[in-house]
């Protein structure tokens, strides 16, 4: 009874398609609403070039789901292999449930990135759209000149990343219903070393 009261152990299915759709429709707004209205986009688009950006957004959308799922798989097995190692008996399918729940918190930097080009800077670059994630540290920087390689550790570290821990932490304890201290340990020893680990490989191999 005490698991359904949570967003947390609600059915996986439902959530997983849930988030598909969300993120499909803001991925279309994004793409047909902003990123089509840019004068690049308006001048390759009778050109070859147009058709191949055409081909990418279109597996952009088809993408979507596999992506979800082998970010899930990968994630749920870093997280319930900590809470293994720290003797938390949570099962690996809870751990699932707990990081497709805490996804949903990636939608709201979409919502308040198609905000921000359709309201407020209603004129941008392709650069300019690449370049943006909201509460980023790549605000501190010009995208133009920027090294490519920083680009996307830097739209990663952000405000919604340290949301997105907080909601695993809120997750695990939910099941594990044990000190948050100690959960905290478990997402900061699993999830977000592994993360940073990911982030300075990346940096290493970018060419």
């Known amino acids: 009874m005490h698991e359904t009261k949570s967003f947390f152990a609600a059915d996986k299915k439902l959530l997983f398609i849930l988030l598909c759709m969300a993120s499909l429709l803001l991925l279309y707004i994004k793409i047909a609403f902003i990123e089509n209205e840019t004068a690049a986009f308006e001048f390759l688009q009778d050109r070859p070039q147009g058709g191949i950006l055409q081909i990418i957004n279109a597996l952009k959308y088809f993408s979507i789901p596999f992506i979800y799922a082998w970010k899930f798989v990968v994630i749920a097995f870093v997280i319930w292999v900590g809470c293994f190692m720290f003797g938390y008996r949570v099962t690996y ?10 996804e949903f918190i990636f939608l709201l930097p979409e919502v ?12 941008p670059t392709y650069n300019d759209i690449r370049g ?15 090294d490519k390689r920083w680009a996307y550790p830097l739209r990663a570290l952000n405000v919604f990343e340290i949301a997105y821990c907080f909601a695993l932490v809120a997750g695990i304890h939910h099941y594990a219903q044990k000190d948050r201290r100690y959960v905290w340990t478990i997402v900061l020893c ?3 070393l592994i993360f940073l680990l990911w982030l300075v490989f990346y940096v290493i191999v970018y060419k």
């Open 132 to 146: 943006f994630y909201p509460l980023s540290l790549i605000h501190f920087f010009d995208y133009n000149t920027l």
């Open 112 to 123: 308040l990135k198609i905000a921000w080009f359709m309201v407020i800077e209603t004129d």
């Open 190 to 192: 699993s999830y977000v």
């Open 93 to 102: 399918s809870q751990c699932f449930g707990v990081v497709i729940g805490a």
